[in-house]
Structures are given as C-alpha cells and as structure tokens.
C-alpha cells in the first residue's frame, strides 16, 4: 500500500515536500516514482529511482524537484520548490519491483500506485 500526503495549495515560487509511506514491502527492494496529473491531461512522470539509487527527473523539473528514499521510515519523498502554476496537478506515487532506468518516467512500467495527493500552484 501507497500513502501519499504532503500535498497543499502554495503561492508561485513556494515549496512543498510530498511523501510516500509504503507499507507491505520494503522501498530498498522496489523502483519508485512519481508522477502527476492535471485535468484533461495525460499522467507524466516528474521522477524516478531504480533499486540501484539510480534518479531520473522529467526536464520540466530538473533543478527544481528533488527526489529522495527514507528506507528507515520505508518513506519517498518528493521536495518541490521554484513552484510554477504548471506544476499544478494530482501528484501519485508508483512502485514496481523491475522498472529500467530508461522506463523510470513511464507510467505504464508501474504496477502499484497510491490514490494521490492534489497540489495548487496560484
């Protein structure tokens, strides 16, 4: 199970830390990754890390996004800052045992998800 939380309306320019709190399996065994969704559009990724530490980030938030991995707390984690109004949407965390690097950013190589957290940039 995927917990996601963190989520929240925040000016432009502001920060926002989301986590996502696995249960059932160990994040160290596990490819995670996020990934986010604005109405009518399709679910991107924003970024990934494979089993190994290996990080891919989506363009569009390189500099910006950092992702880390907590395996004590079995927590990911996504800090956002340099906020941007385009950065608003439902930001989901994924899971899979085998995801390459190259497929990080694919939502389609993620079989568990969590139900999302919203974030408003205004």
């Known amino acids: 199970q995927l917990v996601e939380s963190g989520g929240g309306s925040v000016q432009a320019g502001g920060s926002l830390r989301l986590s996502c709190t696995v249960s059932s399996v160990s994040v160290t065994n596990y490819c995670m990754g996020w990934f986010r969704q604005a109405p009518g559009k399709e679910r991107e990724g924003v970024a990934g890390i494979d089993r190994y530490g290996k990080i891919l980030y989506a363009d569009s938030v390189k500099g910006r996004f950092t992702l880390s991995k907590d395996s004590a707390k079995n927590t990911l984690y996504l800090q956002m800052n340099s906020l941007k109004t385009e950065d608003t949407a439902m930001y989901y965390c994924?899971?899979?045992?085998?995801?390459?690097?190259?497929?990080?950013?694919?939502?389609?190589?993620?079989?568990?998800w969590g139900q999302g957290t919203q974030v408003t940039v205004s």
């Open positions: 994924a899971a899979d045992v085998r995801v390459y690097p190259w497929q990080l950013l694919r939502h389609e190589s993620f079989d568990y």
